[in-house]
Nanobody
Framework: DVQLQASGGGLVQAGGSLRLSCAAS????????IGWFRQAPGKEREGASCISSTDGSTYYADSVKDRFITSSDNAKNTVYLQMNSLSPEDTAVYYC?????????????????WGQGTLVTVSS
């Protein structure tokens, strides 16, 4: 069975950091790109980042660029999202997803598998 297990969410003060993990199983991890998405209350889901497990290339939404860093440990089939300089606007449920596609596909990669979310709450 395909599984994407996101974890690491929690409550943090503004200016703080959190690291999310996305543990994958049940598919050829090295052939997929892994995206992080977030959905704040009352808002549409937003793509935050994408990383290619094949070559490690990364892409970020403008809203998180220079604050968030995504990385991949192919030996552990796990992708991380290091979130720094957090603000209350980053409060959301964060999801990871896998696509047999490219991060640069237009309009967006076609994500095949989704994990459950992990809640990040940033207090002011």
């Amino acid at each position: 069975d395909v599984q994407l297990q996101a974890s690491g969410g929690g409550l943090v003060q503004a200016g703080g950091s959190l690291r999310l993990s996305c543990a994958a199983s049940g598919f050829e991890f090295a052939n997929y790109v892994i995206g992080w998405f977030r959905q704040a209350p009352g808002k549409e889901r937003e793509g935050a980042s994408c990383i290619s497990s094949t070559d490690g290339s990364t892409y970020y939404a403008d809203s998180v660029k220079d604050r968030f860093i995504t990385s991949s440990d192919n030996a552990k089939n796990t992708v991380y999202l290091q979130m720094n300089s957090l603000s209350p606007e980053d409060t959301a449920v964060y999801y990871c997803a896998a696509a047999y596609d490219y991060c640069t596909s237009k309009p967006a990669p076609m994500y095949d598998y989704w994990g459950q979310g992990t809640l990040v709450t940033v207090s002011s």
